[in-house]
């Protein structure tokens, strides 16, 4: 078999190649007893919290068990349901350690169920679940993922306050145990003594004393150990480029960075990277919340793309990672989908503008052209040099100043972006400024500098913007401004093409407002309007218009449609508009003052025309 691309070229893809990329996918037995595992934990978490579902059948045998044995049986079996719940997802990813503790957890709450509620199903479905574990432990061998201590924190902010919740349902679980009247603030007072294996204010009746402050010291004690454990646990620090790794990516941006617009934001130093067993090629990823996300094509000869692929897809499975392609072009798209058998989705359009065929005249250039003409006589200049050309201190105060017009605490941008400015190895990206001489600039924070543009190579002959950032007291337009002075001075910088934002959803908006348009394009139209008032997606789709660019569509590759939110939910994460890191005071803020993602976004500061 062979992939057809650029007319002349043939990728071969080996029959070895085919067979590890499309064979046959594991039985569900990982999803059953994930799935299993959650109903047997529901089923310990109720013996341990509700009186009425221990019902006893077996009396004669209760009989001959020690009367103490009752509460630590219910904190086990409580302790052992919400453990099953967390395991459960990992199960479902085939992941080893998940396996490993529970064939430790089911006999534990099998345990359970027969000292505490005397009950044979609960007994004799734990123990078919851990045979079913056991007899299909081969299908369970995905390696941990990518972890830091902050997990730590969020497990005991999370498991905390569940066993919060859950110790007020297990105080208030035995109303005709209890002694007085307990009001609510009594009652939560219990069960934060209880957490922490102290008597609290609360009395009962006979021997439920016990069994209630069992079951909270189990919760206490449960999120105390999973706390400590991974605050101690060796830890995996997310994905790092080496400088190995940069150097050999760097090596291939040389030869074959003309491809894609999109090859220098491989060199972002939070990614990991696979090479292809020939070295000639590579694909860039990051993991995000279990889904495994390349940026843009695979970087190198396309020759070699099969093998990196390869590559990237034995990773995802020795992990058990869903693996997806963010922005990824047609060319990209169709080896992809071939050499693995993924589907792709049309995601959005790239702006790309031919610096031969730009000019500012002409009717369908009349607004970007007065509004340049207007900034101009206002007094501003423009400044468009290599990264190299600028001075040390310059270079610092626009990277400062970059950071401080960033309008959210997170720094946006993955697929699309550098994450850095003025690094001593980008030399050749360009720096687009604007400035406003004048008195009192030299009191400015940032002198007279108003606004910043930053491009990456798109190989010898391309530019790739990668930031826009403005003063917020600077006149409307500045984007528009320096864009078009950039694109003015593209020539002199040996630049023939230069590719804009990225526009989602671009080819909707526009055949949703042509004449004739469907009932089902026009109401698609009509939500993705209505989604623009939080998102930019209309109106980033508008200013990239008002260069008359060429679209070129970008595509997004997942496995199956039913990983897609999971796979949106990951994207959104890793471009930064979905944070799920500490808050405030508790992670510092990157010093570094460095890009976004133009491209995706809605922190762009697009000027209304």
Known sequence: ??????????????????????????????????????????????????????????HSIAEVLPGALGPFAAALSLSAGILLLVL????????????????????????????????????????????????????????????????????????????????????????????????????????????????????????????????LGALGLLTAVTTVYLAFRPEHPAARLT????????????????????????????????????????VCYRVVSGVMLAGGDPIGDVEAWPGAIERFMDEARAHSWTPAV?????????????????????????????????????????????????????????????????????????????????STDTERGFSMALGRIGDPADGDCVIATAHLPGPGTEDAPHGDLKAVLHFVPWGRDGMSLELMRRDRSADPGMNELLIVASLQAARKLGVDRVSLNFAMFRSALARGERLGAGPVLRCWRGLLIFLSRWFQIESLYKFNA??????????????????????????????????LSPPRPFRARDPRPCGHAARPAAEHEVSAA
């Not at 993924?342 to 369908?364: C, I, N, P, Q």
């Not at 007094?379 to 468009?384: A, I, L, N, P, Q």
């Not at 060429?550 to 979905?578: N, Y």
């Open 326 to 406: 963010m922005g990824c072009s047609e060319t990209g798209g169709q080896v992809w989908t071939r050499e693995t058998g993924l589907t792709a989705l049309e995601l959005g359009d790239e702006a790309v503008v031919d610096v031969a065929d730009f000019s500012l005249a002409g009717r369908a250039m009349r607004n970007v052209r007065q509004m340049v003409k207007r900034i101009e006589r206002a007094g501003y200049e423009t400044r468009v040099r290599r990264a190299r050309d600028i001075g040390g201190a310059e270079l610092d105060r626009i990277r400062h100043a970059a950071a401080d017009w960033r």
């Open 88 to 215: 459960a997802h990992g199960l479902k990813r085939h992941k080893r350690r998940a396996w490993r503790a529970a064939v430790v957890l089911l006999p534990a709450g099998a345990a359970a169920q027969f000292a505490y509620r005397h009950s044979v199903v609960g007994v004799l479905v734990p123990l078919a679940l851990c045979w079913l574990l056991v007899r299909h432990r081969d299908q369970f061998r995905a390696l941990p993922d990518p972890r830091s201590r902050w997990l730590a924190l969020v497990n005991f902010v999370l498991l905390g306050a569940g066993s919060l919740v859950l110790g007020l349902v297990v105080v208030s679980a035995h109303p005709g145990r209890v002694v007085g009247d307990p009001s609510i603030a009594d009652r939560l007072h219990h069960v934060l003594y209880g957490l922490f294996g102290v008597e609290g204010p609360v009395a009962y009746a006979g021997r439920t004393g016990w069994t209630v402050t069992c079951s």
């Open 1 to 58: 078999m062979s992939v057809t691309l650029d007319g002349d070229k043939s990728v071969s893809v080996p029959q070895r190649v085919r067979r590890s990329l499309h064979g046959p996918r594991p039985a569900s037995v990982p999803a059953i007893v994930g799935t299993a595992c959650t109903v047997v934990g529901l089923i310990d978490v109720a013996a341990g919290v509700f009186p009425r579902f221990r019902h006893s059948r077996m």
């Open 243 to 282: 400088e190995d790794d940069e150097t050999r990516l760097r090596a291939l941006l040389e030869r074959h960075g003309g491809r894609d617009s999109l090859g220098h934001f491989a060199l972002r130093r939070d990614k990991a990277v696979v090479f292809s067993p020939s070295g000639k090629a590579a």
């Open 546 to 579: 008002k260069f008359q660019p060429r679209w070129e569509p970008r595509f997004v590759v997942f496995r199956t449609s039913r990983e897609l939110p999971r796979i949106g939910i990951a994207a959104m994460r890793a471009e930064g508009f979905v944070n």
